[in-house]
């Protein structure tokens, strides 16, 4: 089973060479957060998966260059979302999820993050 959930930028992406103070950055996770599972809630995805595989595409309003893999952060609090907060799998450590592989994704009016969700077999992992 394969999923595809988009989730709109509910504020600015979360950057790893940000310098900001920790106020602010758990403000912006807060929001990552909620914004992930609100979209898991109304996409109607399942929940209590065993194990998944997450491809991010990461799509913003311009074509300037960037490095993808900054981004982490609003990954991690995206899959925290879907994860801790939705209850998509058991829990976010490597037995229940692979990932999150981030990509650069395609431009758009308003920036997103577009998330391919895979079902993985497990086999006693």
């Known amino acids: 089973m394969t999923l595809t959930l988009t989730i709109p930028a509910p504020c600015q992406f979360i950057n790893l060479n940000q310098r900001m103070h920790y106020h602010p950055k758990a403000e912006l996770t807060r929001k990552w957060r909620h914004a992930a599972h609100a979209a898991a ?16 595409h990461i799509h913003k309003t311009t074509n300037r260059d960037y490095d993808a893999h900054n981004l982490m952060p609003t990954l991690k609090a995206i899959v925290d979302g879907l994860v801790t907060d939705y209850g998509l799998t058991p829990d976010d450590t490597n037995r229940h999820v692979i990932g999150p592989d981030v990509r650069h994704g395609t431009k758009q009016t308003t920036p997103a993050i577009t998330l391919t969700i895979t079902q993985e077999e497990t086999h006693g992992d």
């Not at 809630?41 to 991010?56: N, Q, R």
């Open 41 to 56: 809630h109304d996409a109607g995805l399942p929940t209590g998966l065993e194990k998944v595989h997450i491809v991010a």
